[in-house]
């Protein structure tokens, strides 16, 4: 079983930049695969970003690619999403999420458990 909490979110204006936190409970954090997605209201939850369990390797969304930037701390089991140059079409709740197999997967059915989000605003 796995806890994730998240943090970080809030109001800011365009082009400006956040950092969200997602803490994890549990031993094998190190070896979980993590992933941000986000939601706005009225569309499906979409991918962001992953990160492998040693931080070697990353995906992002094409909207995100260049702006965004998935990190990790497994002394500290946390995982990071730096949020750069943010647009208004960036607003939603943004939900961290683990996925017990190492295999790299980019849907919301592919991660076994979910933070309870948090909301980012960019307003313009």
């Known amino acids: ?4 909490v998240e943090s970080g979110g809030g109001l ?7 950092r969200l936190s997602c803490a994890a409970s549990g031993r094998t954090f190190a070896s979980t695969r993590m992933a941000w997605f986000r939601q706005a209201p009225g569309k499906e939850r979409e991918f962001v970003a992953t990160i492998s369990g040693t931080g ?13 930037i998935i990190s990790r701390d ?9 949020m750069n140059s943010l647009k ?3 607003t939603a709740v943004y939900y961290c999420a683990a996925r017990m197999s190492s295999s790299t997967r980019f849907t919301p ?3 076994d ?3 309870q989000g948090t909301q980012v605003t960019v307003s313009s």
């Open 113 to 115: 458990f979910w933070g």
């Open 1 to 4: 079983q796995v806890q994730l």
């Open 74 to 82: 497994n002394a500290k089991n946390t995982v990071y999403l730096q």
């Open 109 to 111: 059915d592919g991660y």
């Open 56 to 68: 070697g390797s990353t995906y992002y969304a094409d909207s995100v690619k260049g702006r965004f």
């Open 88 to 90: 208004p079409e960036d």
């Open 12 to 18: 800011v204006q365009a082009g400006g930049s956040l």
